[in-house]
């Protein structure tokens, strides 16, 4: 089945500093990779959307420059949060969808999730 | 505006059998998925239905009613890994999932 990865799986870092996070899908062709935070005991929240070679889309409120994303190659997407703060504490999820050329096969397969504590 | 209703728990017995119900509605619909999602790990993807009917797999099955705006997701001979969040989702008409709060299932011996 379709893979995805995420790195790191935990990050802890101080207030004011930046994290990055990879996504990666590792046996497939990702053409739309999407970015969700998930706050303990809620729903996943939707936070951009990302397709290879072109700008995030960024669900509203979502800060696009705290939050920079990057889907630089089919097969890689990045989130940077950018002078992060305590509020940000969250997990992080990212999926991608593999487009095949059935829609029934067109599905989104998640990573494993971040989950980033700031000091 | 776009809805996704699921009960936010659940809870049953070991060997038993359990359906949990979702009602959407959404701008356009291109499928409805189902994910189950334990503590602390990221969703796993358990269906999709984008025709009406009954979708079996394994101890899991799926069932669509377009015309209702409505989906179950039936659970059988649970077992103890079983316990966890259920999680609805549909595909609105320009592929944006749309996510219910998740079913918390729990399962007593």
């Known amino acids: 089945g379709a893979v995805v990865s995420q790195h790191p799986s935990w990050v802890i870092c101080k207030s004011g500093t930046s994290v990055k996070i990879e996504c990666r899908s590792l046996?497939?062709?990702?053409?739309?990779m999407f970015w969700y935070r998930q706050f303990p005991k809620q729903s996943l929240m939707l936070m951009a959307t990302?397709?290879?070679?072109?700008?995030?889309?960024?669900e509203q409120g979502v800060e696009k420059d705290k939050f920079l994303i990057n889907h630089a190659s089919l097969t890689l997407s990045t989130l940077t949060v950018t002078s992060a703060h305590p509020e940000d504490s969250s997990f992080y999820i990212c999926?991608?969808?593999?487009?095949?050329?059935?829609?029934?096969?067109?599905?989104?397969?998640f990573g494993p999730g971040t989950r980033l504590t700031v000091l | 505006g776009q809805n996704i209703d699921q009960p936010t728990e659940m809870t049953a017995t070991e060997g038993a059998i359990v359906q949990i119900n979702c009602t959407y509605q959404?701008?356009?619909?291109?499928?409805l998925f189902w994910y189950q999602q334990h503590a602390g790990e990221a969703p796993t993807f358990l269906s999709y239905?984008?025709l009406d009917g009954l979708e079996e797999k394994g101890r899991f099955s799926s069932f669509l009613s377009r015309s209702k705006g409505y989906s179950y997701l039936l659970l059988k001979e649970l077992q103890m890994k079983d316990s966890a969040s259920y999680l609805c989702?549909?595909?609105?008409?320009?592929?944006?999932?749309?996510w219910g709060a998740g079913t918390k299932l729990i399962i007593k011996p």
């Open positions: 999926s991608a969808r593999r487009l095949a050329g059935a829609i029934l096969t067109d599905t989104q397969y």
């Open positions: 046996d497939f062709q990702a053409t739309t």
């Open positions: 990302s397709n290879e070679g072109s700008k995030a889309t960024y």
């Open positions: 959404t701008s356009g619909f291109n499928g």
């Open positions: 239905n984008v």
């Open positions: 989702a549909a595909w609105d008409s320009n592929y944006q999932l749309i």
